[in-house]
């Protein structure tokens, strides 16, 4: 069973912190994706990597993909109420995604 | 643009009785489509994904069903709910596998 290991599993920081989380696996992937999701809503896509080492900003997120392929991280600068939810990655090893096990971040006002 | 609907965005239904969610996507043809459950605050689970009318493939043993009707409509079904049934459903649309998912806003069931 392939998995997709993030952690830490909870974070609470304070707003302006800097936080990294991790998105960990012993599978290659040809691609991956790490999402945004609020409480009851659907998780909203962030951004998609497919080169290994690849590095993408999105405003204050950064997020790179490892270069073996195997696993990612997303790090946020100076974090805002607004980061607060539920972060997922996402990888693709053959024809279908395979969704992380999730990080929720708070960030306290 | 692209839209993706899904509902009910709630449900409460009793042990047995059957479930019909439904999701529909607009604005593009031929999108592949997938349906995921979600344990509370965690990741998903992949129930049922369709590349096309009447294709289905089914990723877990369980006592829910799912069809594609027509090309933009994806149906998750049931003829009897189990309690274990209940969780947080979302259906997702993409265009084919290398692009990212679009998901709906999910239903909440809560099997009683």
């Known amino acids: 069973t392939q998995l997709l290991e993030q952690s830490p599993q909870f974070l609470s920081i304070q707003e302006g912190e800097n936080l990294t989380v991790y998105c960990n696996s012993s599978?290659?992937?040809?691609?991956l994706q790490w999402y945004r999701q609020e409480p009851g809503e659907g998780p909203v896509l962030l951004v998609t990597?497919?080169?290994?080492?690849e590095v993408k900003k999105l405003k204050r997120l950064t997020f790179q993909f490892g270069d073996a392929r195997k696993d990612s991280s997303l790090h946020i600068t100076a974090a805002q109420p607004g980061d607060t939810g539920l972060y997922l990655c996402?990888?693709?090893?053959?024809?279908?995604?395979?969704f992380g096990t999730g990080t929720r971040l708070k960030v306290l006002a | 643009s692209q839209t993706i609907h899904q509902w009910p965005a709630t449900l409460v239904q009793p042990v047995g009785s059957p479930l019909s969610l439904e999701c529909t996507v607009e604005?593009?043809?031929?999108?592949?489509l997938y349906w995921y459950r979600q344990a509370a605050g965690r990741g998903l689970q992949l129930l049922f994904y369709?590349?096309?009318?009447?294709?289905i493939s089914s990723e877990v043993p369980q006592n829910l069903s799912a069809s594609r009707p027509q090309d933009r409509q994806f149906i998750l079904s049931s003829k009897k709910l189990l309690l274990s049934d209940s969780g947080f459903y979302l259906c997702?649309?993409?265009?084919?596998?290398?692009?990212?998912?679009?998901f709906g806003s999910g239903t909440r069931l809560t099997v009683v």
């Open positions: 997702a649309w993409s265009r084919d596998r290398n692009y990212g998912y679009t």
């Open positions: 599978s290659v992937f040809s691609s």
């Open positions: 990597v497919v080169t290994g080492g």
């Open positions: 996402a990888g693709l090893p053959s024809y279908k995604y395979i």
């Open positions: 604005g593009t043809s031929n999108p592949n």
């Open positions: 369709s590349v096309g009318i009447g294709q």
